[in-house]
Nanobody, 116 residues
């Protein structure tokens, strides 16, 4: 079983920032495409997860239009970590944030709550 572990979520005020982290004790993250997805509280089904950002194994990146300019994805290969820096957070960014691999592994998620 491959583990992905997200961390860094929390409660932040409107306009605040958070940095989410994705780690794995089992796989080398930079050999996969690593994506960040989120699931808002009113969308309970797994298929309702929204893609936020992705860093591919070749280093190319993708950002959802709704967050472009407010988020930055990066990797630290030495630490085997992928980060999602989120700035200018809005209440509508409130969700559970998950990282995943293109091979279908998912973490358990980290809760981000943005107060108005």
């Amino acid at each position: 079983q491959v583990q992905l572990v997200e961390s860094g979520g929390g409660l932040v005020q409107h306009g605040g920032s958070l940095r989410l982290s994705c780690a794995s004790p089992d796989i080398t993250l930079n050999t996969y495409n690593i994506g960040w997805f989120r699931q808002a509280p009113e969308k309970a089904r797994e298929e309702a997860r929204e893609g936020v950002s992705c860093v591919n194994s070749d280093g190319s990146t993708y950002y959802a239009d709704s967050l472009k300019g407010r988020v930055n994805i990066s990797r630290d290969n030495a630490k085997n970590m992928v980060y999602l820096q989120m700035n200018s957070l809005k209440p509508e960014d409130t969700a559970i944030y998950y990282c995943n691999t293109n091979s279908g592994y998912w973490g358990q998620g980290t809760q981000v709550t943005v107060s108005s």
